[in-house]
């Protein structure tokens, strides 16, 4: 079991950055492929990034790629999103989720989610 709890979402203009962060508690950190996911209101979840266990992979949803980068630091047991050139269609609450050991099934079937942390961007 693990827990997953994101911060960092906030209202900011188009063009702008923000830092999503996900703190971890539960069993070893290390052993989970780690992910973002968002849902903008009248709208499905969309996959947005995804990283394996030693953050030596990435992959990204061809909405975010060249804008967002995640990384992940093992010791602190947290994973972040950066995301960067931030538009107006950005705007939902975005997901922490959590996987074990598997990376490919990180971008599609999580194990574990977190509660969501709102992103806005103003045009």
């Known amino acids: 079991q693990v827990q997953l709890v994101e911060s960092g979402g906030e209202l900011v203009q188009a063009g702008g950055s923000l830092r999503l962060s996900c703190a971890a508690s539960g069993r070893a950190f290390g052993t989970y492929a780690m992910g973002w996911f968002r849902q903008a209101p009248g709208k499905e979840r969309e996959f947005v990034a995804a990283?394996?266990?030693?953050?030596?992979?990435?992959y990204y949803g061809d909405s975010v790629k060249s804008r967002f980068t995640i990384s992940r630091a093992n010791a602190e047991n947290t994973v972040y999103l950066q995301m960067n050139s931030l538009k107006p269609e950005d705007t939902a609450v975005y997901f922490c989720t959590a996987t074990w050991r598997d990376f490919i099934v990180s971008m599609t079937t999580p194990d574990y989610w977190g509660q969501g942390t709102q992103v806005t961007v103003s045009s």
């Open positions: 990283i394996n266990r030693s953050g030596g992979m990435t």
